[in-house]
């Protein structure tokens, strides 16, 4: 304990003192999108080298550019960390639309190549998380363009990215704003997404994911293809687990597993207001959900969640 902080300190250290000049040379490489309106993805690929050889302590050597088609590898000693999925500067932030489908390709890339860390990142925001089994559990969430900065950086270091980081809320990722309702529906997947046979969805929109490159593991659809929640199969995916729809369960995902695909569940259920705590009368399959979460020891936590 005593080892992991002192490392953790030391990157802190660094990160701090890194920073000032970080943004310098963020502001340099960015002039040319002053000067044309617009920079490549090539810039932000540049940018996140800066970021995690300056700022953090990964080595040149450790940045692997376009394997299996994705933008950026980081590994150590031939072990893959973390796979970042880079976009032209400005094209992400804050666009939550545009992020869910970064996500979307990250996410299938790491299926293939059997990474569990996946980030996303526009050189101007920063987002990072652990792959679990159909659900992001968030790593780290920043901006690069902030004076202050971002200590959480440390999540993806060489001593922290592969160190646990979960925190036991809400598994879905709190990035942006929901899109405002009078928006148009978005597109169901971006090109070269991975989407389920039936019901042409890609693997975040399923509570439980057993392989993300196979979409037959995929279990209890209940996210619409823009991340919000499926009001008509929130439901059914709940009782699919803990009672049953149409005389059926869902006996193909590992009991191990089963509380995090509650809380999953719950979450999408909190994000439509839907859970007792919050609306008082509301269906029997929400009701009985807050039951098992009580008894899981999880309903505290989220009913915290919810507060903040």
């Not at 970021?51 to 994705?70: I, M, S």
């Not at 968030?138 to 922290?160: N, Q």
Request: hydrophobic share 40%; glycine share 6%; charged share 25%.
């Amino acid at each position: 304990m005593t080892e992991q902080l002192a490392t953790q300190r030391r990157c802190l250290n660094r990160i701090h003192e890194s920073w000032p000049s970080f943004l310098e040379r963020r502001r340099e490489r960015l002039a040319q999108q002053d000067r044309h309106g617009m920079a490549s993805e090539k810039v932000a690929e540049n940018i996140l080298e800066d970021l995690f050889t300056l700022v953090l302590d990964w080595e040149v050597a450790d940045l692997n550019n376009q394997v299996g088609y994705a933008d950026l590898l980081l590994t150590r000693l031939g072990i893959k960390y973390l796979l970042v999925e880079a976009k032209r500067p400005g094209a992400l932030a804050w666009n939550r639309r545009a992020v869910v489908a970064a996500l979307d390709q990250a996410c299938r890339y790491a299926g293939e190549q059997k990474v569990r860390c996946v980030s996303v990142s526009d050189g101007v925001m920063f987002y990072a998380a652990d792959l679990v089994h159909g659900g992001l559990q968030d790593r780290v969430f920043a901006s690069l363009e902030t004076t202050k900065p971002p200590e959480a950086l440390w999540w993806v270091s060489v001593h922290g990215v592969y160190r646990p980081h979960h925190d036991p809320k809400v598994e879905r990722p709190q990035l942006l704003p929901d899109a405002p309702a009078e928006s148009p529906s978005p597109p169901t997947g971006s090109p070269g997404t991975l989407l389920h046979p039936k019901y042409q969805r890609p693997a975040r929109c399923f509570a439980y994911v057993g392989n993300a490159t196979e979409p037959h593991t995929w279990k209890l659809p209940y996210l619409l293809p823009d991340g919000s929640p499926d009001l008509q199969r929130l439901p059914k995916a709940i009782q699919a687990l803990i009672s049953n729809y149409r005389g059926t369960k869902v006996s193909s995902i590992p009991e191990q597993h089963i509380p995090d695909v509650l809380t999953r569940l719950a979450g999408a259920a909190i994000t439509a207001g839907k859970m007792p705590f919050q609306a008082g009368e509301t269906a029997p399959a929400y009701q009985y959900l807050a039951e098992v979460l009580d008894q899981l020891g999880r309903l505290e936590s989220l009913k915290n969640s919810t507060a903040r």
